[in-house]
């Protein structure tokens, strides 16, 4: 009966203390009560028992100093069977001990960090870069070479550093003049397709391509900054909760004789700990449900850069504020996509079109990229996007005793953790240090504090900065909340508790949750209060926040060029080729579909037979000339052949060079015999030889005479 009363009494404080206490923040008691803890070691005939206080408490995040502390009255003696010596302890009973002065302990909780596992998984580039290479007329080789089986191609060859094999499509690629450029370039006016490599097509710059074609090799260079990319697991909450317990008298609990002091911790690891002279046990029960989650990170990679010769230990003892979190989305990890972290020689060298594209097309959105972004954010003032310093001051656990490397983040939301103290006490006070304070300063300021008084509207640009003072005597716990924002204006999620050492001041923020946003897209000036409480609850200072919003920087519509009704969709024809959509002498299709080759070989052919055709009859023009003038050499007489007898031998000639032909007289014809005359045999002359001079004249396909 006795037992249950003092249970009740117990249990009745501790709902006094419970509502008393519950507009502070600090270390809360939830329950007491006393028990006769009694322990069996097999033996149903031998138990060892002891009357024990256990104390269930919350300890908030923030509870870095030793601001609370519970006092426990002493007991008579302890270390007993039964826990009972009515005349002190026996002299005989080394072990037994009587406590004499108040023993006090005191609770503390470091940072409450999220740690997410890591995996590797693999590297990638910091930036790969398009390089490219002239060839033919003006180039630094007469032929452009990318083939699979090239020894020696423009741009040369990746090997893979352990087998020395070459690296599959690391040779780039090349883009020689097409017929359409060579035209366009030519005639003036350019081509209206874009070339990669903007190379002078013109057959008057180049002339004919006697050196050869001109072309570009496009080639893939990449940078000699790699990142480690490490997969993200889910959050695991980390943090310790201390317990330090002394006396005046180091002689009572069997403590050291230096400090007169121990401490024992529990973590989400190790939840139970039993002090040396087990006087005192704490254990872990868990954390109460926070107003806010953890950041959820398994859908990124970390990347950390990694330099040419850096050891382990220096890359993770660099700077972690620029380390990256990407989603995973922006990577392609088989290298086959365009435009993505992880873009390999593949994707560069199969992309579409690719001749017809800007230089670095398939190369954007590298991390260089999204790292060049980030640090114009910075220096804007605005919040990072894939900067670790988004998320406060992240450290790196290395991998150590078989556990994986971790990331940690620090988790600045109010959580309160459980623990319940067992000892061997007879009752106990709470202890709370009670100090004045005031708040110094408080303001909103963009990120990293660029500039101060006003952020941007509708963005999480607002970080709140409040500077307290600890006015009083004694190291003391805060709560500070802001409330009573203007219309439209979200304040924090969740108050932040702080303590503060005596006589000095502490800057809280700017923390990666404890901002201030607005709602709508206005400029406008803004008003919050902030209300500094002390360790009871009891309001200290308030102080009007007042801010302006800036209009949001909405992003610019381009401007239409007008209605565009547009015409009926057509059949797909992009995979039919130029032979099944034109005809070879269909002109005016194959203009239309740019079959420029097809186009090119029609007027090849139609030049080839005109030229054919002109050469064939040429040689039969000459063939018949040749027959006719042999058929008249043959028909002549020896008589006829011969100069008449006093006829003057002609002493002229004909210059077919100077075109000069002299001119004789003309010389009477003698009848020729009708049995043997040419004319007569062959176009029935009547017997008189046409009047025709027989001039050596030639007539221009050769000498018929």
């Given at each position: 009966m006795k037992n249950g009363k003092m249970i009740a009494k117990a249990v009745t404080g501790a709902v006094i203390w419970s509502w008393t206490f519950g507009r502070a923040l600090g270390t809360t008691i939830l329950a007491t009560s006393q028990l006769l803890q009694c322990v069996q070691n097999g033996s149903s005939s031998l138990r060892s028992c002891q009357e024990r206080l256990v104390v269930t408490v919350t300890v908030p995040t923030g509870s870095n100093l030793a601001t609370e502390f519970i006092e426990v009255d002493p007991i008579r003696?302890?270390?007993?069977?039964?826990?009972?010596?009515?005349?002190?302890?026996?002299?005989?009973?080394?072990?037994?001990?009587?406590?004499?002065?108040?023993?006090?302990?005191?609770?503390?909780?470091?940072?409450?960090?999220?740690?997410?596992?890591?995996?590797?998984?693999?590297?990638?580039?910091?930036?790969?870069?398009?390089?490219?290479?002239?060839?033919?007329?003006?180039?630094?080789?007469?032929?452009?070479?990318?083939?699979?089986?090239?020894?020696?191609?423009?741009?040369?060859?990746?090997?893979?550093?352990?087998?020395?094999?070459?690296?599959?499509?690391?040779?780039?690629?090349?883009?020689?003049?097409?017929?359409?450029?060579?035209?366009?370039?030519?005639?003036?006016?350019?081509?209206?397709?874009?070339?990669?490599?903007?190379?002078?097509?013109?057959?008057?710059?180049?002339?004919?391509?006697?050196?050869?074609?001109?072309?570009?090799?496009?080639?893939?260079?990449?940078?000699?900054?790699?990142?480690?990319?490490?997969?993200?697991?889910?959050?695991?909450?980390?943090?310790?909760?201390?317990?330090?317990?002394?006396?005046?008298?180091?002689?009572?609990?069997?403590?050291?004789?230096?400090?007169?002091?121990?401490?024992?911790?529990?973590?989400?690891?190790?939840?139970?700990?039993?002090?040396?002279?087990?006087?005192?046990?704490?254990?872990?029960?868990?954390?109460?449900?926070?107003?806010?989650?953890?950041?959820?990170?398994?859908?990124?990679?970390?990347?950390?850069?990694?330099?040419?010769?850096?050891?382990?230990?220096?890359?993770?003892?660099?700077?972690?504020?620029?380390?990256?979190?990407?989603?995973?989305?922006?990577?392609?990890?088989?290298?086959?996509?365009?435009?993505?972290?992880?873009?390999?020689?593949?994707?560069?060298?199969?992309?579409?079109?690719?001749?017809?594209?800007?230089?670095?097309?398939?190369?954007?959105?590298?991390?260089?990229?999204?790292?060049?972004?980030?640090?114009?954010?910075?220096?804007?003032?605005?919040?990072?996007?894939?900067?670790?310093?988004?998320?406060?001051?992240?450290?790196?656990?290395?991998?150590?005793?078989?556990?994986?490397?971790?990331?940690?983040?620090?988790?600045?939301?109010?959580?309160?953790?459980?623990?319940?103290?067992?000892?061997?006490?007879?009752?106990?006070?709470?202890?709370?240090?009670?100090?004045?304070?005031?708040?110094?300063?408080?303001?909103?300021?963009?990120?990293?504090q660029h500039s101060c008084g006003s952020f941007e509207a509708s963005t999480l640009d607002g970080y709140i900065i409040i500077t307290l003072q600890n006015t009083g005597a004694l190291d003391a716990a805060y709560t500070v909340t802001v409330t009573h924002c203007t219309e439209r204006v979200l304040p924090p999620p969740t108050a932040q508790h702080v303590n503060i050492v005596s006589q000095s001041t502490f800057q809280l923020g700017p923390l990666s949750t404890f901002r201030v946003r607005a709602e709508d897209n206005e400029a406008s000036q803004r008003r919050c209060m902030v209300t500094m409480y002390d360790s009871t609850g009891v309001v200290l200072d308030t102080k009007d926040l007042f801010f302006n919003t800036t209009e949001t920087n909405m992003t610019e519509i381009p401007q239409s060029p007008g209605e565009r009704d547009g015409d009926p969709l057509r059949d797909p024809r992009s995979s039919l080729t130029c032979a099944e959509r034109c005809k070879l002498y269909n002109i005016i299709c194959n203009i239309l579909q740019g079959c420029w080759q097809r186009l090119l070989l029609f007027v090849l052919i139609v030049l080839g037979s005109f030229i054919g055709a002109c050469a064939a009859t040429y040689l039969l023009l000459k063939l018949a000339t040749r027959t006719l003038a042999g058929s008249i050499t043959s028909g002549l007489t020896p008589t006829e052949k011969q100069p008449a007898a006093g006829r003057p031998i002609l002493r002229g000639t004909y210059h077919a060079q100077e075109k000069h032909v002299q001119h004789l007289p003309s010389i009477p014809q003698e009848p020729l015999p009708p049995s043997r005359s040419f004319w007569n045999r062959h176009f029935h002359s009547t017997g008189t030889r046409p009047s025709a001079p027989t001039h050596n004249i030639h007539n221009g396909w050769g000498d018929l005479t």
């Open positions: 003696c302890v270390n007993t069977e039964d826990s009972s010596c009515p005349n002190g302890c026996p002299s005989e009973d080394e072990d037994c001990r009587e406590l004499v002065d108040p023993i006090h302990l005191s609770l503390t909780k470091s940072q409450v960090v999220a740690n997410y596992e890591l995996s590797y998984t693999q590297s990638f580039n910091h930036k790969p870069m398009e390089v490219v290479m002239y060839t033919g007329t003006g180039g630094s080789s007469p032929i452009c070479k990318d083939g699979a089986n090239e020894q020696h191609p423009t741009c040369g060859w990746y090997t893979d550093v352990q087998t020395g094999s070459q690296v599959p499509d690391s040779q780039g690629f090349c883009c020689p003049c097409t017929f359409e450029s060579t035209w366009g370039d030519t005639l003036g006016g350019g081509s209206p397709q874009l070339a990669r490599g903007n190379v002078d097509c013109s057959l008057l710059s180049n002339p004919l391509f006697l050196s050869g074609v001109p072309a570009s090799a496009h080639c893939m260079n990449l940078n000699t900054l790699w990142h480690a990319g490490y997969n993200v697991g889910r959050a695991e909450i980390g943090y310790s909760i201390d317990v330090l317990f002394f006396n005046k008298s180091s002689s009572q609990l069997n403590l050291t004789e230096e400090d007169h002091r121990e401490t024992i911790s529990v973590t989400p690891q190790a939840p139970f700990q039993l002090s040396s002279d087990a006087f005192l046990s704490l254990q872990l029960l868990g954390d109460l449900a926070s107003f806010v989650s953890p950041p959820v990170l398994s859908e990124k990679i970390l990347l950390i850069p990694t330099p040419q010769g850096a050891s382990p230990q220096e890359v993770f003892d660099g700077d972690k504020s620029r380390w990256m979190l990407v989603d995973k989305g922006r990577f392609s990890f088989t290298g086959a996509e365009c435009d993505r972290i992880g873009t390999g020689f593949t994707a560069f060298r199969t992309h579409p079109e690719k001749c017809q594209r800007p230089a670095g097309t398939c190369l954007t959105n590298q991390i260089s990229d999204l790292y060049d972004d980030d640090q114009q954010r910075v220096s804007a003032g605005q919040t990072p996007l894939y900067f670790l310093s988004q998320w406060g001051t992240v450290d790196l656990k290395p991998p150590s005793d078989g556990a994986q490397a971790a990331l940690s983040v620090p988790l600045t939301e109010l959580r309160h953790s459980i623990v319940v103290l067992n000892m061997v006490a007879d009752n106990l006070k709470f202890v709370i240090n009670r100090s004045p304070g005031k708040i110094v300063e408080a303001k909103v300021c963009t990120f990293n």
